[in-house]
């Protein structure tokens, strides 16, 4: 019997490259507050959540902001992404990620979606990915943020596989780092030179073929 038997997908730059709108969303954040953000900063937001992320901008320009101000301007945030991603389509489907969840799928694998985003779900449905999902874990779920295990830990639980079980494609270093305290195999989407802790590393589901995720399902 293949020892792996599910597979956990992270969202943003995984299955589809959400960064630009994040990008966008958060530059227009901190322009409002007279502060630089350019994309060297966006790639330390990557896997982080929302309200994380605004925590960090904050701090890296030494503002301060009344509890009511950091509600709002997360609400303004997410209002703004969910402008940018509105007409968002299947062609936004990164490289090959149908192949991939097809040939999981046809091996009797099951897939699960493991991703910080509060907007897992509707960015899912847009790209025409949802019914392609066992389980969907995103930010309206989980309470701690990755590297923190948790997503993955529930998404594994959701779709009843074991930890030890599951395989975990991720493109953040924080997320590779919840990929291994959970005790799953993380393959990283992205650069070697980011994604270092990682067990394998692709830049992207191009250069992955089916042999490579043959092997993995017949891991020991």
């Known amino acids: ?3 792996i038997k ?20 958060w530059q227009r954040i901190a322009r409002s507050l007279g502060a630089d953000f ?12 929302r309200v994380r992320s605004l925590e960090l901008i904050l701090n890296w320009h030494n503002i301060q902001v009344s509890k009511e101000d950091f509600i ?29 969840l ?11 979606v493991g991703s ?15 019914n392609q999902f066992d389980a969907v874990v995103d930010g309206t779920n989980v309470t701690k943020a990755k590297p923190d295990p948790e997503v993955f830990l529930q998404a594994a639980e959701q779709i009843g596989v074991g ?3 599951c395989v975990v494609f991720e493109d953040a270093q924080a997320g590779i780092q919840a990929a291994k305290a959970a005790g799953m195999i993380a393959i990283g989407i992205g650069s070697a030179d ?7 590393v692709f830049a992207n589901f191009t250069e992955i073929d089916n042999a490579f995720l043959n092997q993995i399902i017949n891991t020991k």
Do not use: C, W
């Not at 936004?92 to 149908?98: I, N």
């Open 163 to 165: 930890a030890d079980h």
């Open 102 to 112: 097809a040939f999981l799928k046809g091996h009797h694998q099951k897939v699960a």
């Open 6 to 25: 599910g597979f956990i997908f992270d969202l943003d730059g995984v299955i589809v490259d959400t960064a630009k709108y994040h990008f966008e969303a």
């Open 38 to 49: 350019d994309h060297k900063d966006n790639e330390q937001l990557k896997g982080v959540s």
């Open 194 to 200: 980011v994604l270092k802790e990682a067990d394998h």
């Open 72 to 100: 709002r301007l997360l609400d303004q945030k997410n209002k703004d992404y969910l402008a940018l991603i509105t007409d968002m389509d299947a062609s936004e489907q990164l490289p090959d990620v149908s192949r991939v």
């Open 1 to 3: 019997m293949p020892h």
């Open 116 to 130: 910080a985003s509060k907007n897992a779900r509707p960015i899912l449905e847009k790209i025409q990915l949802l």
